[in-house]
Every structure is written in C-alpha cells, then in structure tokens.
T-cell receptor
Framework: KNQVEQSPQSLIILEGKNCTLQCNYTVSPFSNLRWYKQDTGRGPVSLTIMTFSENTKSNGRYTATLDADTKQSSLHITASQLSDSASYICVVSAYNDYKLSFGAGTTVTVRA | EPEVTQTPSHQVTQMGQEVILRCVPISNHLYFYWYRQILGQKVEFLVSFYNNEISEKSEIFDDQFSVERPDGSNFTLKIRSTKLEDSAMYFC????????????FGNGTRLTVT
C-alpha cells in the first residue's frame, strides 16, 4: 500500500529561525514528490515538485531535497516568517497514478 | 494568475439530502480532481476525471457520489444522500496535461451535514 509519513506532526519556531520537515514514503513505482503549503481554511498551494532525477529544488526560502534511494524527502524553511505558519503536506505520485498519496502534514507555527 | 474557484464556500445540509458542490477549474487544464479533508485529518483522494470520464476513484467514492462536467467550464461533485460522516472540506483541483505539472487547488467547500 502506498504510504506517506511526515514528521514531526507539529513544531513551533521563532521568527527568523530555520526548520526542517521530513517525509518518508513507500509509493512505488515513484513518479514525483510534491510539497504543498496549506493555510488554515484554504486549499493546498504547490511549493515544489521533484522527479526521480532531482535531489534538490528551491522556491524562495523553501528548499526541498529528495533521496529516491532511501525514499526520503525534506523541506527546509530558511529565516522563517510569521506567514510561514501553515500545514506543509508531502504528496507523492506513483507512475501513471492519478490518485496521489498525501501525508498527514506538519503544522508549523512561527512565533514573533 | 488563473485559479480554481469553488462554490459555495460553506454548505449546511440535513442528513439524507442531496448536495452539489461546484468547481470551475483553470480554463486550459485537462485533468480534474475532487479531494476531501475531514477536520484534523489528511487530504483524501476521491476521484479524477479526464476526457469527460472518471479515470480513477477511491473506495470513498461510492454510489452516493457522482461527478459531472455539464459544460465547458464547470466540474461538479454530487452527493445523493448525505451522511453525517460526509462532513468535510471538499477540494477541487485541476492540472494541465504535463505529467509533472502541479495540482492547482480551489479553496474548498466546507460541507456540514446535520
């Protein structure tokens, strides 16, 4: 069964600090891995998409890494801002699979 | 930037009633999806739609659910006889035909079944 596990479930950081979120998956055959940001009461918004051949991708202060061998990904937030407070969801796609497998998300709270 | 729009933003209905959730995907997108998110839980796939037919559906998407693309712009999710456990946020999403293109989500419809 395709699964996506994220850790930690939640974290609190001070404004300006960095943090790293983890994602482990068992989806196979792997096609791509996406990180989404979901603000409370809103739909998820795409941050990054990585395919098998990519091991890092940045979008502003967000940097995602992928190790397709160990089936792990991380999302690093640099110099956090209050607006980074949200749920960050790891989503993995299997080849030719329309369903996408969603992680439960990591809730990040940035405090002043 | 074009976006996926969903209406209504909040729908309250009584158990056993039919509801229709509406979505207008991004105009040049070809793949359409419905997801739901029960409060405090992960986003769950319901159904994908391509070329005017369902391409994939989950076990959640039983006979009570149906989808339609009645015209060139709208994409609807119908629940025939709502149950209390159908209460959730329902997200519509669309993407272009590039296999690694991002999903664009709407802001969801919060369905409350009483």
């Amino acid at each position: 069964k395709n699964q996506v596990e994220q850790s930690p479930q939640s974290l609190i950081i001070l404004e300006g600090k960095n943090c790293t979120l983890q994602c482990n998956y068992t989806v196979s055959p792997f096609s791509n891995l996406r990180w989404y940001k979901q603000d409370t009461g809103r739909g998820p918004v795409s941050l990054t998409i990585m395919t098998f051949s990519e091991n890092t991708k940045s979008n502003g202060r967000y940097t995602a890494t992928l190790d397709a061998d160990t089936k792990q990904s991380s999302l690093h937030i640099t110099a956090s801002q209050l607006s980074d407070s949200a749920s960050y969801i790891c989503v993995v796609s299997a080849y030719n699979d329309y369903k996408l497998s969603f992680g439960a998300g990591t809730t990040v709270t940035v405090r002043a | 930037e074009p976006e996926v729009t969903q209406t209504p933003s909040h729908q309250v209905t009584q158990m056993g009633q039919e509801v229709i959730l509406r979505c207008v995907p991004i105009s040049n997108h070809l793949y359409f999806y419905w997801y739901r998110q029960i409060l405090g839980q992960k986003v769950e796939f319901l159904v994908s739609f391509y070329n005017n037919e369902i391409s994939e559906k989950s076990e959640i998407f039983d006979d009570q659910f149906s989808v339609e693309r009645p015209d060139g712009s709208n994409f609807t999710l119908k629940i025939r006889s709502t149950k209390l456990e159908d209460s959730a946020m329902y997200f519509c999403a669309s993407r272009s035909d590039s296999p690694n293109s991002p999903l664009h989500f709407g802001n969801g419809t919060r369905l409350t079944v009483t």
